[in-house]
């Protein structure tokens, strides 16, 4: 291309972006033409005068035409910006149109929250922070699907959950997380058991090699808890819910290894007994899951700042 063909008007080269104005200067055109003056377009959209001024000049030296001509009496469109004026008017249009449409996208996100959470975290914590959730978003439905961490990432992954929770070793294949509290394991048991009397603190192989009431294979606390110690012995009773492995290690079916949350009350009334053990770390971090890439947003996003407030 000539330094003539330069001179004479902008390039069709490059990105749409670079070719049209923003919507910013086709609504001070719209304007301009609707009040017949450049300063009261600029006071109806809330921008000075001189800014008005350097956006019209800007949007004429894009399109290579002259849009406005000013006077004292006042802005008067060219024919060209007539025309401009027009187009202007069925683009700022679809914009409006386009601005709705994702709104109303929003409000079908925002109208519905699907929390996927393991059982430690869906008894113990989520009832405060989905209260919270309640004061901030009224409007909001909110469903919780309890289950192993397994269980949580499969849901994830199956985008049958928008925000999940789990509580075991390592973090899921496909998904990201964030730690958003701690949590301790403790060797608990029936007032009545032997190892409530103890004097010395439980050895790790002893604790490994002896049958317990233990949660389902996948579980947050059997990942933990098997890892600690290297392997388990065959489970005494196995069981699908915290609540019901508590229930059974109260009623004097055996020892069990739960989430210091799971037993503060039954420890203080003395229903359960926590049993000192040595040589073994069962500390653990309680993680806020989501499909890889994809970071929470709307309730979700909400929810997610409430863990860790």
């Given at each position: 291309?000539?330094?003539?063909?330069?001179?004479?008007?902008?390039?069709?080269?490059?990105?749409?972006?670079?070719?049209?104005?923003?919507?910013?200067?086709?609504?001070?055109?719209?304007?301009?033409?609707?009040?017949?003056?450049?300063?009261?377009?600029?006071?109806?959209?809330?921008?000075?005068?001189?800014?008005?001024?350097?956006?019209?000049?800007?949007?004429?030296?894009?399109?290579?035409?002259?849009?406005?001509?000013?006077?004292?009496?006042?802005?008067?469109?060219?024919?060209?910006?007539?025309?401009?004026?027009?187009?202007?008017?069925?683009?700022?249009?679809?914009?409006?149109?386009?601005?709705?449409?994702?709104?109303?996208?929003?409000?079908?996100?925002?109208?519905?929250?699907?929390?996927?959470?393991?059982?430690?975290?869906?008894?113990?914590?989520?009832?405060?922070?989905?209260?919270?959730?309640?004061?901030?978003?009224?409007?909001?439905?909110?469903?919780?699907?309890?289950?192993?961490?397994?269980?949580?990432?499969?849901?994830?992954?199956?985008?049958?959950?928008?925000?999940?929770?789990?509580?075991?070793?390592?973090?899921?294949?496909?998904?990201?997380?964030?730690?958003?509290?701690?949590?301790?394991?403790?060797?608990?048991?029936?007032?009545?058991?032997?190892?409530?009397?103890?004097?010395?603190?439980?050895?790790?192989?002893?604790?490994?090699?002896?049958?317990?009431?233990?949660?389902?294979?996948?579980?947050?606390?059997?990942?933990?808890?098997?890892?600690?110690?290297?392997?388990?012995?065959?489970?005494l009773i196995e069981l699908s819910s915290t609540t019901a492995v508590k229930a059974?290690?109260?009623?004097?079916?055996g020892p069990s290894v739960l989430s210091e949350l799971a037993v503060g009350e039954?420890?203080?009334?003395?229903?359960?007994?926590?049993?000192?053990?040595?040589?073994?770390?069962?500390?653990?971090?309680?993680?806020?899951?989501?499909?890889?890439?994809?970071?929470?947003?709307?309730?979700?996003?909400?929810?997610?700042?409430?863990?860790?407030?």
């Amino acid at each position: 291309m000539s330094n003539t063909d330069e001179q004479d008007g902008p390039s069709i080269a490059g990105s749409l972006a670079h070719r049209v104005p923003d919507l910013g200067a086709l609504e001070l055109l719209l304007a301009v033409a609707r009040l017949g003056s450049l300063g009261g377009a600029a006071r109806e959209l809330g921008i000075t005068q001189p800014a008005a001024s350097s956006r019209i000049r800007s949007m004429e030296r894009q399109l290579g035409v002259a849009l406005v001509d000013r006077s004292p009496r006042g802005s008067r469109l060219t024919d060209a910006g007539a025309l401009v004026t027009d187009w202007a008017r069925r683009i700022v249009e679809a914009a409006e149109a386009f601005d709705v449409g994702a709104q109303a996208l929003r409000d079908r996100r925002d109208s519905r929250l699907r929390v996927a959470a393991s059982m430690t975290i869906a008894e113990y914590l989520l009832p405060g922070w989905l209260l919270a959730l309640r004061a901030q978003r009224p409007d909001t439905a909110v469903s919780l699907h309890a289950g192993n961490s397994t269980v949580v990432a499969e849901r994830l992954l199956s985008d049958e959950a928008d925000l999940g929770f789990v509580e075991g070793l390592s973090v899921p294949t496909g998904l990201d997380s964030v730690v958003i509290a701690h949590d301790r394991l403790i060797v608990v048991t029936a007032p009545g058991h032997p190892w409530a009397r103890r004097r010395r603190p439980l050895a790790a192989g002893e604790l490994a090699s002896t049958p317990l009431i233990l949660r389902e294979k996948g579980s947050g606390t059997r990942q933990v808890l098997d890892a600690a110690l290297g392997g388990l012995a065959r489970p005494l009773i196995e069981l699908s819910s915290t609540t019901a492995v508590k229930a059974a290690a109260v009623s004097g079916a055996g020892p069990s290894v739960l989430s210091e949350l799971a037993v503060g009350e039954e420890l203080a009334m003395r229903r359960l007994v926590s049993v000192p053990v040595e040589g073994v770390a069962l500390a653990r971090e309680l993680r806020a899951v989501w499909p890889t890439g994809h970071r929470p947003t709307g309730p979700a996003r909400d929810l997610l700042s409430l863990t860790r407030g």
